[in-house]
Each structure stands twice: as C-alpha cells, then as structure tokens.
C-alpha cells in the first residue's frame, strides 16, 4: 500500500497540480491512464489513496464498450469505501464516488466555466476546507449532479423515540445551481464536482476537447469569456486549490 493512484479517464482531464501536492507530502504516485488500456486496480490493499479524475463520460455510460473501465472504477470504489481508505473524486470522478456509495445520479443543472461556490453551515467549517473563501471562484463542466451518499440503515428499525442514525456525510459545498457540489463521506471519501486541480494546459484541453459542447450549451461568445474570466481568476483559484489538495493529504493522514 505504498502508492496513490491517480485514475485518469480522457486525455483531455490530466492531474494538473495533484501530482506534485502529493509528492510534496513525498508520496510515490502512479497515474493509470485508463483510457489509453491501464487496467484499474483490482485490489484496494494495492491503494494507499486514489484520486478519480473527471472525463466527458457519464454514469449512463456504465456498461458501455467504449469505457469498460468505468465498471471496474466502481468496483474499486466499493472496496475502498468499505474501509474508508482515502479517496478524492473530482467531476465525474465525485459522481462516480457518489453512486459507489448507493447515491443517485440524475441530469441537473447544466454548470459551464467559472461560478462561485459557497460553504454552508456545518460542512463548510470542516477541516477538508479549511482556509477556504465564501463565494469563490472554481471552475465547472457537469451535466448531472448527485445526491449526498450515506451509510445503510440498520436491520432492524429502532425503536420510537431513537435519535435519528448519523448520515455519515456532510455537504461541505454548494452553488447557488447545484446544491451538491462537495461532500465528505464517512471520514476520508471527498467529492468535489467542480475542478480544483487543473494547469492552465488542463484547461486548454477541456476546452478545446469540449469546444462544440461549450458552443451549443452557452453560444459562440462562450469560449472567449471563459479565457476572459480565467485571466481574471486564475492566481486565486490557484492557490485556494492547491490547499484543498493539501487539506486532502493532511487531514486524511495518508502520508
């Protein structure tokens, strides 16, 4: 169990900064590019922690021949959740996080490009975004949204009277779009749905591998706002990434 895994979906979704956060922590990391024939691994005692990227795939491509490598994610992700090994899901990685752990996964509100999110009370005072501003800007591309996983419920139902069962999750953020944007489950499983990883080449490339996309959800103009609004947001997205990324390494002790 020496490794992170970064399980790499598209070509056009790359790591960007995760990398070398964990290597800071000097933590040996092994990216699968799964979409190039790297096998998933099988085994979670193989996993130290896994960080599942995005990709311009969905959870109704489960099953399909052109990703067979979703299934076997999956698969994966139940192990890990089992024994709360330490996971990071990021765009359709969170989703993928998120319907491992028995939530829902439904079309909602179509999110593209720079939008502020929001940490409410209690989730946002949660040690994974910790340093982290109200209102700041992250940058989006999702068509489906999630809800919030949480543990089974007991075999037998308690008697009246009982305090309700912990859910075993917390939303730590949200958009004024999408309420579910983030989550903790259990005590080291995190989803983000919006991207706090990305190099500004990772972002060319979502660009330019989504153009036509982009194009037909928001208009021609799109493209040319979202570099507009890049420049303007780029140092601080940056940085407040890079500490939910640090955050991640340090409060789930996996170094």
Known sequence: MSSAYILQQSPAYGPGRVTNVLRDFGIPVEVRKLFAGDEVPADAHEVRLAIVLGGPMRISDMGSAQYPFLAKEVELLHQLIAVDRPVLGIGLGA???AHSAGAKVNPG???I??????FPFPGGTEPMVM???DGMPMFHWHIDSFDLPRLPAPPTPPPPGTPPMPSGNS??????ATKNQA????NRLFGFQYHIELTPSDLEAI???GRDELAKALGPEAEGRIRQETEKNWSRYERLGDRLLRNFVQF???Y
């Open 95 to 97: 989703q993928l996080l």
């Open 113 to 118: 490009g720079w939008h502020p999110v929001h």
């Open 131 to 133: 340093g982290m501003t």
């Open 171 to 176: 939303l730590l953020s949200s958009t004024k």
């Open 183 to 186: 989550f903790r489950f259990r």
């Open 207 to 209: 660009l330019g591998a």
């Open 252 to 254: 789930t002790k996996t």
């Open 109 to 111: 509100t179509p999110e």
